[in-house]
C-alpha cells in the first residue's frame, strides 16, 4: 500500500514538474508577445503622427500603416484559450537546414541518431500555438499551427514517426497551464533532454481532448488533429478536394481548419475570400468563432444556404412533398417561362398613357388589358399618328424575348424594335437617298420619340423591370403558375408551390428560386452619380487644387466584402444535402474558384442523389477531382455508434460505418412514452442534464420543433429543442431522439436524416417511443431492434 501511494507521489511530482516547465516557456511567450502588442502600438501612433503631413502619399501611406498594424494589434491582444497547447521533442534532422520559422526543416531523422543501445538526444523541441512568436533573436518560441515545421505534430504516429519521439497535448487557459498529455511515438527508445530521462505524463492525448464537455459552440480540434484529418487540411488547393466521411470523423472541423492553412499558405492567392456553406443557421452560429481562434479572421465567409443571396434571410423550412419540387431540376424550367411569362402581367400600369405634340389633345397612347399589359402604342411624329397594336406589339415582344441575354437586359432589344417598327410605319425611310441624312434624320426620330416622359412611362409598362421577388410573387398565383408550369408540374405540385410562396417570409429553398432568377432577369446597368460638388469648394478654387482622395486599404477591403458575390475558394459543408437548385446557387459563387467539398452520402436528406450529383458536377466544371476518405469516429462512444449502423445498414445497405475509437460503458437507454409523449420528453431531458456537464440536444422530426421547445421551457440554457434536419453537423454531450418512426417517415430519405439524429452524442444517448414505434418490451422501436 505505502509502495503504491509512493509511486502516485512520484507521478503527481512528475506531472506538477512538466506543467511547471510548460508554464516558464508559456510566461516566457507573454513577455514576448507584450514587446510586440508595445511595437503594435508605437507603430499606430507614428502612423497617425504621419498623417499629420497633410499630403495624399501620407494619407495613403498612414492609411495602410494603421491598417496592418491594427490587424497585427487584435491579432496580439486576443488570448485564446489553449493559446499555446502542443509541444514536439525531435530526434537530429539529416541536414541542418532551416525553414523561415526558425525550425529545422529535416523530416526524417539524420544516421546515428539512435545509438545501438536505443537511447538517443533530443535535438529540438519545438511548442506548437495559434500564431508563431519568435524571440528576440529570431529563434521560435511558437511555431504557428499551420506551418511546415507543425504538421509532424499531426502526422506523426507510433508506425511513422519521422522525427517525433514525444508529443505533448499543452491545455491551458489564458496564461496558465492546467496540464500536459503525452504521447510516445518511438516507445522502444529511451531519449534523454539536456541530460535527463525525457518523461511521459499521461494517457494519450487524445483521449484526453474528447471527453470534454461540449457546449453550443464549435471548439476547435488544432490540439487533436490525427494524420488523416492533417493530410486533407494540408492538400494542395488546386482543383477539387473532395472528402468523404461518416459521422463524427471531423469534417467539418477540418474544412473550417483547411480555410485557415489556405489562408496562411498563400494569403494573396486567397484575397478574393473563401466561402464557407453550411446547411443551417444552427451549424453556421456552431461553427463561426472558431476561424478567429484559429489565427484568421475577415478573409472567411461563412453562410448559411438561407444567407446566400444579399438581402435574404430564410429560417423557414417548406415541408417535404414541396421542398422535393422547388429543389429539382424541374424548377429552372419553370422559372425561365415565369420570368417571361411576369412581363405580359406586369403588377402595376398607368391607365392612359399619351404621346402628342404641342397642345394638340394627346390620343391614348396605350389601352390596358385586364391584366394590365399596354395592348396598343400611339405617337405622333413627322406629322403623322403611328400606331402599333396588340398582334404587333406581341410579336415585337416575342422577337425580343428570342434573345440569349437575361430578360433585364433584353429591355434594350425590345425598345429598338419598337422604334424600327414606327419608324417602318412613318415612311420617312426613303426620303433621303444620302446615307448620312437619313441617319441623321432616323436619329433624330428616335430622339424625339424616346425624349417623351410618356413613352418612357409605356415602355415601364409594356416591359417593367422585373425583380426576383417579383416574380416570385407572380408565381404564387395558382393559374399563372399552372400555365408556366404546365409541363413541368402536375397539378398538385403546382397548387401546394403556389400556396407555399403565399406565406410569409422566404424558406431555405425560396432563397435558391431567389438566386435562380436574380441570373435569368440580370440586373440593368444603372449610371454612376456624380458626387455632389461642394459650393464653397467651387467658390474658393479649391475644387481644382484639391487632389481626389483615395480610399483607404481597409476601406476597400471593407467595400469588396460587402460587394464580393465570387471567392477564391469555396468549401461546401454537408455537401450532400444540397439540392441541384443550391448546387447553381452556391456554383455561381465558385465560378473561377478552387473548391473543397465535405460530406456523406450516407447521411443525406435529398431525395434524388444522382439529380443532385450531375448538378454538382456541373457546378464544379471540368476541374480535377482529388478524393480523401475519414475513416474513424471521434464523437461517439462505440456503443452508440452500434446503434447507428442499424439504422445505416436500412438506409444504405453495405455502406460502411466509421470506427469508433472509444467505449464508455453505457448503452443508449430506451424510454417508451407513459402518460403522454411531452412528460416522457422533458424527463429524459432533465435526466441527462444531471448525467452530464455539457450540452443536451432533442431531436425531434421538423413538424414538432416548436411543440419540443415548449416542452422543454425552463429547464435551462444548457438543453436545446431540434428539428431533425436541423441537427446535420452538431454535437452534444447527450441527446433524445423522439419517436424514431415519426422521423423515418417524415421524407423518402428520412432513414438517412435518422441516422444523423442518432449520431449526434459524443456521451449518452436516450430514444423516446411512441406508439407508432412499436417498441417491445425493453422500449426498443421497431426500427432499431435486431
Same mark, same amino acid.
Given at each position: ?155 506523426s504516429t507510433p508506425v511513422d514517426p519521422g522525427r517525433v519521439v514525444r508529443r505533448r497535448v499543452i491545455r491551458s487557459k489564458g496564461r496558465r497551464v492546467l496540464g500536459v498529455e503525452d504521447d510516445l511515438m518511438r516507445p522502444e527508445l529511451t531519449a534523454y533532454l539536456d541530460g535527463s530521462e525525457l518523461p511521459v505524463i499521461g494517457d494519450g492525448a487524445l483521449m484526453a481532448a474528447l471527453g470534454q464537455a461540449r457546449t453550443h459552440t464549435m471548439r476547435d480540434i488544432v490540439a487533436s488533429i490525427q494524420a488523416e484529418q492533417d493530410l486533407v487540411i494540408r492538400a494542395p488547393a488546386a482543383s477539387v478536394t473532395y472528402v468523404e466521411g461518416g459521422p463524427g470523423t471531423g469534417k467539418t472541423a477540418v474544412a473550417l481548419h483547411r480555410a485557415a492553412y489556405l489562408l496562411y499558405q498563400d ?174 434624320? %432616323? ?40 400555365? +408556366? ?97 443550391? +448546387? ?10 478552387? +473548391? ?9 436528406? +435529398? ?27 471521434? %464523437? ?30 453505457v448503452r443508449p437507454r430506451f424510454a417508451p412514452v407513459r402518460d403522454s409523449l411531452a412528460a416522457t420528453v422533458r424527463a429524459e431531458a432533465a435526466r441527462l442534464l444531471d448525467q452530464v456537464d455539457g450540452t443536451v440536444g432533442v431531436v425531434v422530426a421538423m413538424n414538432r420543433r416548436a411543440e419540443a421547445a415548449r416542452w422543454l421551457a425552463g429547464l435551462g440554457d444548457r438543453v436545446v429543442a431540434l428539428g431533425s434536419l436541423e441537427a446535420k453537423g452538431l454535437e452534444y454531450d447527450a441527446t433524445v431522439v423522439v419517436s424514431p418512426a415519426e422521423i423515418a417517415d417524415e421524407s423518402p430519405a428520412g432513414l438517412r436524416v435518422l441516422y444523423v439524429a442518432l449520431t449526434r452524442a459524443t456521451q449518452q444517448l436516450t430514444v423516446v417511443s411512441a406508439d407508432r414505434d412499436e417498441p417491445d ?10
Amino acid at each position: 500500500m505505502a509502495a503504491q501511494h509512493a509511486a502516485h507521489a512520484t507521478v503527481d511530482s512528475t506531472r506538477d514538474r512538466e506543467i511547471s516547465v510548460e508554464q516558464t516557456h508559456l510566461d516566457r511567450v507573454y513577455r514576448r508577445l507584450e514587446e510586440k502588442i508595445h511595437e503594435a502600438e508605437f507603430l499606430m501612433r507614428d502612423a497617425a503622427q504621419r498623417g499629420q503631413v497633410g499630403t495624399p502619399g501620407a494619407l495613403a501611406e498612414r492609411d495602410a500603416q494603421v491598417f496592418r498594424a491594427g490587424i497585427h494589434l487584435n491579432r496580439l491582444n486576443n488570448e485564446f484559450e489553449d493559446f499555446l497547447f502542443g509541444r514536439i521533442d525531435l530526434l537530429p534532422g539529416k541536414d541542418g537546414k532551416k525553414g523561415p520559422d526558425g525550425a529545422y526543416t529535416a523530416v526524417e531523422p539524420a544516421e546515428g541518431a539512435v545509438r545501438a543501445d536505443s537511447t538517443a538526444d533530443i535535438a529540438e523541441t519545438l511548442h506548437i500555438g495559434r500564431i508563431g512568436v519568435l524571440d528576440a533573436d529570431y529563434a521560435p518560441l511558437v511555431i504557428d499551427w499551420r506551418a511546415p515545421a507543425a504538421a509532424p505534430f499531426y502526422r506523426s504516429t507510433p508506425v511513422d514517426p519521422g522525427r517525433v519521439v514525444r508529443r505533448r497535448v499543452i491545455r491551458s487557459k489564458g496564461r496558465r497551464v492546467l496540464g500536459v498529455e503525452d504521447d510516445l511515438m518511438r516507445p522502444e527508445l529511451t531519449a534523454y533532454l539536456d541530460g535527463s530521462e525525457l518523461p511521459v505524463i499521461g494517457d494519450g492525448a487524445l483521449m484526453a481532448a474528447l471527453g470534454q464537455a461540449r457546449t453550443h459552440t464549435m471548439r476547435d480540434i488544432v490540439a487533436s488533429i490525427q494524420a488523416e484529418q492533417d493530410l486533407v487540411i494540408r492538400a494542395p488547393a488546386a482543383s477539387v478536394t473532395y472528402v468523404e466521411g461518416g459521422p463524427g470523423t471531423g469534417k467539418t472541423a477540418v474544412a473550417l481548419h483547411r480555410a485557415a492553412y489556405l489562408l496562411y499558405q498563400d494569403r494573396r492567392r486567397y484575397a478574393g475570400g473563401i466561402l464557407i456553406v453550411s446547411p443551417t443557421p444552427l451549424l453556421v452560429a456552431y461553427t463561426e468563432g472558431v476561424l478567429p481562434s484559429l489565427g484568421e479572421e475577415g478573409q472567411v465567409a461563412i453562410r448559411a444556404l438561407g444567407s446566400l443571396v444579399d438581402g435574404a434571410e430564410a429560417t423557414l423550412y417548406d415541408a417535404p412533398a414541396v421542398a422535393r419540387v422547388k429543389g429539382s431540376y424541374r424548377m429552372l424550367r419553370v422559372l425561365r417561362k415565369a420570368a417571361r411569362g411576369a412581363l405580359e402581367t406586369p403588377p402595376e400600369a398607368p391607365a392612359q398613357l399619351a404621346l402628342g405634340e404641342d397642345d394638340e389633345p394627346a390620343a391614348p397612347a396605350l389601352a390596358l388589358a385586364g391584366t394590365g399589359t399596354p395592348t396598343r402604342l400611339r405617337v405622333v411624329a413627322f406629322g403623322r399618328r403611328l400606331e402599333l397594336q396588340d398582334e404587333e406589339l406581341t410579336r415585337i415582344r416575342r422577337s425580343a424575348l428570342s434573345g440569349t441575354a437575361p430578360v433585364n437586359l433584353l429591355r434594350p432589344r425590345a425598345r429598338r424594335l419598337l422604334l424600327d417598327a414606327l419608324w417602318e410605319q412613318s415612311g420617312a425611310a426613303g426620303r433621303h437617298t444620302d446615307p448620312e441624312l437619313a441617319a441623321e434624320l %432616323r436619329s433624330s426620330f428616335d430622339e424625339d420619340i424616346t425624349a417623351e416622359d410618356d413613352f418612357i412611362a409605356f415602355m415601364d409598362a409594356w416591359w417593367p423591370e422585373l425583380t426576383p421577388r417579383g416574380v416570385l410573387a407572380a408565381m404564387a398565383d395558382e393559374r399563372r403558375l399552372g400555365r +408556366w408550369a404546365r409541363r413541368e408540374l402536375n397539378p398538385g405540385e403546382v397548387r401546394r408551390v403556389a400556396r407555399s410562396l403565399r406565406r410569409d417570409g422566404l424558406t431555405v429553398h425560396d432563397v435558391a428560386l431567389l438566386d435562380e432568377l436574380q441570373a435569368i432577369l440580370g440586373v440593368p446597368a444603372r449610371p454612376r452619380r456624380k458626387r455632389e460638388a461642394d459650393p464653397l469648394d467651387q467658390l474658393t478654387g479649391l475644387e481644382e487644387l484639391m487632389p481626389v482622395r483615395e480610399e483607404s486599404q481597409r476601406e476597400r477591403a471593407e467595400r469588396l466584402s460587402q460587394e464580393r458575390v465570387e471567392y477564391a475558394h469555396v468549401i461546401v459543408d454537408e455537401a450532400q444535402d444540397l439540392t441541384p437548385m443550391q +448546387w447553381r446557387m452556391v456554383g455561381r459563387r465558385g465560378r473561377h474558384a478552387t +473548391w473543397t467539398v465535405v460530406g456523406d452520402p450516407a447521411q443525406s436528406s +435529398w431525395s434524388d442523389p444522382d439529380e443532385a450529383a450531375e448538378a454538382r458536377d456541373e457546378a464544379l466544371g471540368t476541374r480535377p477531382r482529388r478524393r480523401f476518405t475519414l475513416t474513424v469516429n471521434y %464523437r461517439n462512444p462505440a456503443e452508440i455508434a452500434e446503434l447507428a449502423s442499424k439504422v445505416l445498414a436500412l438506409a444504405m445497405p453495405g455502406s460502411p460505418s466509421p470506427s469508433a475509437v472509444r467505449s464508455t460503458g453505457v448503452r443508449p437507454r430506451f424510454a417508451p412514452v407513459r402518460d403522454s409523449l411531452a412528460a416522457t420528453v422533458r424527463a429524459e431531458a432533465a435526466r441527462l442534464l444531471d448525467q452530464v456537464d455539457g450540452t443536451v440536444g432533442v431531436v425531434v422530426a421538423m413538424n414538432r420543433r416548436a411543440e419540443a421547445a415548449r416542452w422543454l421551457a425552463g429547464l435551462g440554457d444548457r438543453v436545446v429543442a431540434l428539428g431533425s434536419l436541423e441537427a446535420k453537423g452538431l454535437e452534444y454531450d447527450a441527446t433524445v431522439v423522439v419517436s424514431p418512426a415519426e422521423i423515418a417517415d417524415e421524407s423518402p430519405a428520412g432513414l438517412r436524416v435518422l441516422y444523423v439524429a442518432l449520431t449526434r452524442a459524443t456521451q449518452q444517448l436516450t430514444v423516446v417511443s411512441a406508439d407508432r414505434d412499436e417498441p417491445d418490451a425493453n422500449g426498443v422501436p421497431d426500427l432499431l431492434r435486431d
